[in-house]
């Protein structure tokens, strides 16, 4: 969501922090703001609102957060409408219990145009796109208060709008044009004609346009739970539907939408030419929670004095339903109807520790070692036993995806239903295909001399239950290593699995469920640099000639610390030649070089070997 | 096996069971399994064999290859020892290099890290199904149907709408809860692969690991579950990390704590690699949801505890440098075969 520093001051007009003070304080207090810019003039923040805090999705809601937090006053913006009993009333039908209210009211012989100015720039720092002053003034109401308002051109929707589960139109198109075929039971604002709006999206049928002179402007909250599922159903998300997702305060209607009438009235003149609607038929019920006033100093471990508690709460717009004067341990209280996320005490002592501060719980005071129960599954520790003793042997651990594109038996295979993958689908039944891939991919980096394992789940289904077992599979292009490891390692012998495509390297693999366990085992903690391969390994040959024999490992660190550890990858001597004419000694190098190109391990190599 | 094939393996069972000392061992190994050796001369010949006996041929030749260097390896443990230096043979074909070394993957290095400090602390290391119900991965967590958190994780299913697979390591925590709810207090850590219908790009990938523990005790704080995650972060990172807790939100947890790391790249200052924000969010914690509690049949009256969990991937990649999380799963991560 986006924030205008210029705008949220007018909510707070003593607010006076810098911007990057502003950006840290709202983040420690629950509102991640990733960054702020200026644009076009304007200091702009950039904040995840969380999904509970609805409320924040305005910025009359992050403003009464920043008023409590900074002890400035927060000012009301909106100004009671005049209402005159004496107009008609609007001929308007609710038929569904999803409408959890609705005010509406009917504006006439006002005068629509583009927007003026500061509302264009306020329009597009939201990256939405102006239309005209009527839309856009809808708009910003939606930003200001996080409460969705929609306006119809009465010249094509009439008066009589009807809410209500459609079930008798099959088509509809929103404000810019995309059609949606309403194949399910959908939240609409409709008349007996036409399908005129979804709950979250309006309709190109009613659309307000610069002619426009006579509206219905309303403000509504629903059910949450069905604009979700509609907009699910539809594939489609809007700033509204975003919003009305969420659990709003039906109680902050009428200040949003008398806000709205005075914008209106000032920006497109016109006048009332309706009795207020109001439909609210279960107003919301607010919670009593009980606060142990010792709670919020027992749950964060630092002491925080009541008199803050009772201050912050205050603020916050907590009504207390006991004498806060001489303050027993417990108090009763009622949140802010704006707060629906305050439902029981552990809410109330996360508001109260927001406002003390997360900084000041000391960040050096470790929990105290404890001897519980050891509860570590044996299957654990066989797994990190096994893992040791195959990296001492030489191998490398790998990890593939469990989601595979092929099934092995597809009797027992696990399919998944909504894989976005559409090529993984199956969960894997085996680890061998998996780790064929895995030499697939060495091959393309020109890696050789594979010998790798993984320990990973295999999973089957058999009849209505889904099996997980743990499984080991082995390769190694060294047949009679791999046989005589797996033997040392089990002291059994095991099936070898021959590859098609990889005739010269070979799988072994290993269900652990059945193995015996051991009764514990401390796994070593090593620290091994992986690499993260960006183009080919090349291999390079390079002849030396000695005077005398030099041992093979002495040569080998020799030149290794020569050509460095950025790019090499791998020194090996192939071949030792005695020329016993000359009795001169000819050693054969092997280089790989990792991470570079051609041209660079091929400088890199003749220098490094005296050849250039 | 290969008529061909078993004729060859005879002919040089017979030649290594002669052999007398190391040096004509090692004449022979490089004969049969040398650079230029027997056993992959006959790998090149495959391409000559017809394609429908390509297979099985294959698997002869493996066979003969286990065969003839396990003899070789079991012969040279009984042959007298020899040193290369002092020897007059021509050395052609002999192959030098460091010993190769195995490598833990990073994911399991920084798993086993994080298990150290937790150990230390008393906790155990625990598990759970990948494959779980709606129950356990949702409803016990405070999360119900319809529920907006319910967004933030877009689930795999089996069999919708009771099995999955787990979108967080916060799943395992329910079955741990549940199951050692008559055992407290619990202190356990645990990893694992968690999924998510996320489509795979540098950041993203359907199949990442996370890493939570536990803690049900009684008087548990967050000055307890901030110290605690202070200490892991110096222990990944040094004691100069620079990291904040903030209020955050997650339906398990109240009140939620969120760890933010300065940005190892630009120290705060903001860059790409943070988004601008000089912080990376390193994960998620708080203490446990009395409703969480409730569910598994432990008395948030009496008990209370902390819970944290975190993207194992991303923790890791901040400790090796690897900038693209695909790398983890895939083929382009490795290691030098014989750098430790």
């Known amino acids: 969501m986006k924030l205008i520093y210029s705008e949220l001051k007018k909510f707070l007009p003593d607010l006076n922090v810098k911007p990057q003070q502003l950006r840290d304080d709202l983040t420690m207090i629950g509102h991640f703001t990733n960054y702020f810019e200026e644009i076009d003039g304007e200091i702009v923040f950039d904040l995840d609102i969380k999904v509970n805090r609805g409320d924040c999705l305005g910025y009359y809601g992050l403003a009464k957060d920043l008023a409590v937090l900074y002890d400035i006053p927060l000012k009301n913006l909106s100004v009671e409408t005049h209402h005159d009993a004496s107009l008609t009333t609007l001929p308007i039908t609710v038929t569904t219990d999803k409408v959890k209210r609705i005010m509406a009211l009917k504006i006439s012989d006002l005068k629509n145009s583009t927007s003026p100015n500061w509302l264009q720039k306020f329009i597009k720092l939201h990256g939405t796109k102006p239309i005209n002053t009527l839309v856009d003034l809808t708009n910003y109401i939606m930003y200001l208060y996080g409460i969705p308002v929609h306006a119809f051109d009465t010249a094509k929707s009439t008066d009589n709008l009807i809410w209500e589960i459609n079930s008798h139109f099959d088509k509809f198109t929103t404000l810019d044009g995309t059609k949606f075929s309403l194949n399910k039971n959908i939240l609409m604002v409709n008349n007996s004609q036409k399908a005129l709006s979804l709950s979250f999206w309006g309709g190109e049928a009613c659309a307000i346009e610069n002619t426009t002179t006579d509206t219905i402007i309303e403000i509504a909250v629903y059910d949450r739970a069905t604009v979700r599922q509609n907009s699910r159903w539809l594939k489609a998300t809007t700033e509204a539907g975003i919003r009305l997702e969420k659990d709003l305060d039906p109680d902050l209607i009428p200040e949003a939408l008398n806000h709205l009438v005075k914008l209106i009235l000032e920006n497109c003149g016109g006048q009332i030419n309706s009795q207020l609607f109001d439909y609210y038929p279960q107003k919301v019920q607010l919670p009593q929670i009980e606060l142990n006033l010792d709670k919020p100093s027992q749950v964060s471990g630092i002491n925080i004095p009541k008199d803050f508690i009772i201050d912050c709460l205050t603020k916050l717009g907590c009504t207390f339903l006991t004498n806060i004067q001489h303050p027993a341990s417990n108090i009763l209280i009622t949140p802010p109807t704006t707060r629906k996320d305050i439902t029981q005490m552990e809410d109330l002592v996360e508001e109260v520790v927001r406002f003390w501060g997360y900084n000041k719980i000391p960040t050096n005071q470790p929990l105290a070692k404890k001897d519980v129960a050891d509860i570590t599954p044996p299957e654990n520790y066989l797994i990190d036993q096994l893992k040791d003793k195959l990296v001492q042997l030489g191998y490398d651990e790998v990890l593939t995806w469990p989601l595979v594109t092929e099934s092995i038996n597809p009797k027992t295979v696990i399919k998944t239903q909504n894989s976005i993958n559409s090529e993984a689908i199956y969960l894997r039944q085996s680890l061998i295909p998996s780790l064929q891939q895995q030499l697939d991919q060495y091959s393309r980096y020109k890696l050789t001399n594979c010998q790798f394992f993984e320990i990973g789940k295999v999973f089957s289904k058999e009849g209505d239950k889904y099996i997980e077992k743990n499984s080991l599979c082995i390769s190694s292009y060294q047949n009679w290593k791999l046989m005589d490891d797996v033997e040392k390692i089990f002291n059994k012998k095991f099936s070898i699995f021959n590859s098609e495509k990889y005739l010269n390297q070979l799988f072994v693999e290993i269900i652990l469920d059945d193995l015996p366990k051991p009764e514990k085992y401390i796994p070593q903690t090593t620290v091994n640099t992986a690499y993260e391969l960006t183009s080919q390994i090349i291999t390079l040959d390079a002849n030396i000639t000695l005077d005398k024999q030099e041992e093979p490992e002495t040569l080998i660190n020799k030149y290794s610390d020569i050509i460095g550890n950025q790019y090499l990858w791998e020194i090996v001597i192939t071949d030792i030649y005695h020329d016993t004419k000359t009795d001169k000694f000819r050693y054969t190098f092997r280089v790989s070089y990792f991470n570079t190109d051609d041209k660079t391990a091929k400088e890199l190599h003749l220098k490094s070997f005296g050849l250039k | ?340």
């Open chain 2, 1 to 340: 096996m290969d008529q061909n094939l078993e004729k060859i393996k005879l002919e040089y069972l017979s030649k290594i069971n002669s052999v007398k000392t190391a040096t004509e061992l090692e004449s022979l190994r490089i004969e049969i399994s040398g650079r230029n050796g027997k056993i992959n001369q006959l790998f090149s010949e495959i391409k000559n064999v017809p394609p429908e006996n390509r297979k099985q041929f294959g698997a002869d030749l493996n066979q003969l290859k286990t065969e003839l260097e396990k003899k070789l390896l079991s012969k040279s443990k009984n042959v007298s020892k020899e040193k290369i230096r002092n020897s007059t043979l021509d050395i052609r074909n002999s192959t030098f290099s460091l010993k190769k070394v195995g490598h833990l993957h990073p994911i399991t290095q920084t798993e086993r890290q994080l298990n150290e400090v937790f150990r230390k602390l008393g906790f155990s290391v625990y598990s759970s199904p990948e494959i779980v119900t709606d129950e356990f991965n949702f409803e016990r967590l405070n999360v119900p149907q319809d529920h907006p958190a319910r967004d933030m994780q877009d689930s795999i299913y089996i069999k919708e709408p009771e099995y999955l697979l787990r979108t967080q390591t916060s799943t395992i925590e329910s079955y741990l809860l549940a199951q050692k709810a008559k055992e407290l207090p619990i202190r356990a850590a645990f990893a694992g692969a968690t999924f998510r219908n996320e489509k795979v790009n540098r950041s993203n990938h359907f199949v990442f690991h996370q890493y939570q523990a536990v803690v049900v005790d009684k008087n548990i704080t967050m000055k307890d579950l901030i110290g605690t995650m202070d200490l892991m972060f110096k222990t990944l990172y040094g004691d100069d990390v620079v990291v904040r807790y903030r209020c955050k939100y997650y339906p398990e947890v109240e009140p939620g704590v969120g760890p933010d790391m300065q940005c190892f790249n630009c120290h705060g200052k903001g860059c790409p690699l943070c988004k601008y924000a000089g912080w990376i969010e390193m994960g998620g914690s708080g203490m446990i949801h009395p409703k969480v509690l409730q569910a598994a049949g432990i008395d948030p009256n009496i008990w209370s505890g902390f819970a944290f969990g975190m993207g194992l991937d991303r923790w890791t990649m901040a400790q090796k440098n690897i900038k693209d999380i695909r790398t983890l799963m895939g083929g382009n991560l490795a290691y030098k075969p014989n750098e430790k």
